[in-house]
């Protein structure tokens, strides 16, 4: 398949372009990567999302797809090719999707926790974020049945809903506000993460801390005149859930 066939409108820094990202690379999909400037955005942004307006989009066969986990799910039914993303029995689908939408919200503390200033609110935040990593451990455990991810031999929905978060979860432990995967809280998460950043799908798609740092950089200059920030709830780079 062409990569014109397939393209995907986003922006590298958001982590929910990268769970796209992800199934491409899991297939083995070709696809074009059109960037988008979220500051002004393009007319086929536009047009491609007219509800949201946010990315990602994934355009196939001149349709559009939109947010993130409804697009990796559409590219696990589309295409055959290459392991499955999503478990083939009901129950077991029904599980990942509810652990992705869990995923989703606790990952709504982490950026909650950034944009908290009062000490009492961000230790509260702080436990509330380990003890859903604690959960998290617990999933991992029951999901993977001893093997190496939530999916199982190979990098499934759940890793790919949780994997995303990674980049941004490295930076904010580089930033210094706490240190977020911890061997002896979590130590299967701690493998599991070692195990994620290493497979050849994810190589190169997750942006490093420093690139986050310039991305940052450079969108908040941008916004500087309108006192915007990003934010990885819901800030222009980072766009969907």
Partial sequence: MAANDVKLLGARASPFVNRVQFALNIKGIDYEFIPQNLSNKSELLLKSNPIHK???????????????????????????????????????????????????????????????????SKEALRERIYEGLVVLEDAFIKCSKGKPFFGGETIGYIDIAFGCFLGWLKFIEEAGDFKIF????????????????????????????????EFLQMYNARQAATSNEINPKDGNIVQNS
């Fill in 182 to 213: 911890d061997e002896k809280r979590t130590p299967k998460l701690v493998g599991w993460t070692e195990r994620f950043l290493s497979d050849k799908a994810i190589q190169g798609v997750i942006p490093e801390a420093q690139q986050l740092t």
């Fill in 54 to 120: 946010k990315i990602p989009v994934l355009i196939y066969d001149d349709k559009s797809i939109c947010e993130s986990l409804i697009i990796v799910e559409y590219i696990d039914e589309v295409w055959k090719n290459g392991p499955s993303i999503l478990p083939s029995y009901p129950y077991d689908r029904a599980i990942a999707r509810f652990w992705a939408d869990y995923i989703n919200k606790w990952f709504a503390l982490v950026v909650e926790l950034r944009r908290t200033q009062d000490e009492d």
